[in-house]
């Protein structure tokens, strides 16, 4: 079957993502990603890259932390 990534916690994305008031059709322009393609990694069919997750980090200025914990389960 398909590679579930269990450590992407899209909850936390959308949390932040509420916080700073940006919906994902905003974020995805912010970062140069279609909509579409955006949507299908946050609901998980899709991984983030490396790159992708760079551009959402600083597209939303998150810490360090924030990063790990949203994007690696840390």
Same mark, same amino acid.
């Given at each position: 079957g398909r590679k579930e990534n269990k450590m992407f916690k899209a909850n936390l994305l959308k949390a $932040?993502?509420?916080k700073q !008031? =940006? !919906?994902a059709e905003e974020l995805a *322009?912010?970062?140069g990603m279609k909509k579409s393609a955006f949507f299908r990694r946050l609901n998980g069919s899709v991984d983030f890259s =490396? $790159? *992708?997750v760079r551009k959402v980090k600083n597209a939303l200025k998150l810490s360090g932390d924030q990063?790990?914990?949203i994007f690696f389960g840390e």
């Open positions: $932040e993502m509420v !008031n =940006v !919906n *322009e912010r970062i =490396v $790159e *992708e990063t790990l914990q």
